[in-house]
C-alpha cells in the first residue's frame, strides 16, 4: 500500500506537494488510509493519499477533509498556523483518474473523522 500510493503521488504530498527524503531511502511522504485500516482493512489505492505527515496527522484527527471534488473543507474548530492549509484548494491527484480517492471513503471520512465547520 505504502509503495504504490507514494508512487501514483509522485513521492510528493497531495496537499503542499512537498517530497523529502533522506539518503537512507526514509520519506516524509505517509500513505494515509482515509478509511482506517485498524476498522476496514482496506489497502484499496483509491483509500489511500500521499499525505506529509504534518498533513496526515491533521486528516487522522479530522483538522480537514476532502469534498467529492477533491478540495480542502476545513474546520472552524482548529486554529491553523497561516501556510497548513488552505481552503478550498485542490488536491495534487495521481495522474490517472482511476486512482483518484475513492468518494465514498471521502464522504465518511467527512461523517465520521471531520470535526466540522
Known amino acids: 500500500f505504502p509503495r ?9 504530498c497531495a496537499i503542499c506537494n512537498i517530497a523529502v527524503k533522506s539518503t537512507r ?3 516524509i511522504i505517509d500513505a494515509a ?7 476496514f482493512h482496506n489497502d484499496d ?17 479530522g483538522l480537514y ?9 476545513i474546520s472552524t474548530q482548529v486554529e491553523l498556523p497561516e501556510g497548513y492549509l488552505s481552503p478550498r484548494t485542490t488536491l495534487f491527484l ?7 480517492p475513492a468518494h465514498d471513503a471521502l464522504q465518511w471520512h467527512r461523517e465520521n473523522t471531520f470535526v466540522g465547520i
Request: proline share 6%; hydrophobic share 35%.
Open 4 to 12: 504504490v500510493v507514494n508512487k501514483l503521488y509522485g513521492g510528493k
Open 25 to 27: 531511502g526514509e520519506s
Open 33 to 39: 488510509h482515509i478509511l482506517p485500516f485498524s476498522v
Open 45 to 61: 489505492p483509491r483509500n489511500g493519499i500521499a499525505l506529509c505527515k504534518n498533513h496526515h496527522w491533521g486528516f487522522d484527527v
Open 65 to 73: 477533509s476532502f469534498s467529492d471534488d477533491y478540495q480542502i473543507i
Open 94 to 100: 495521481p495522474a490517472s483518474s482511476q486512482y483518484y
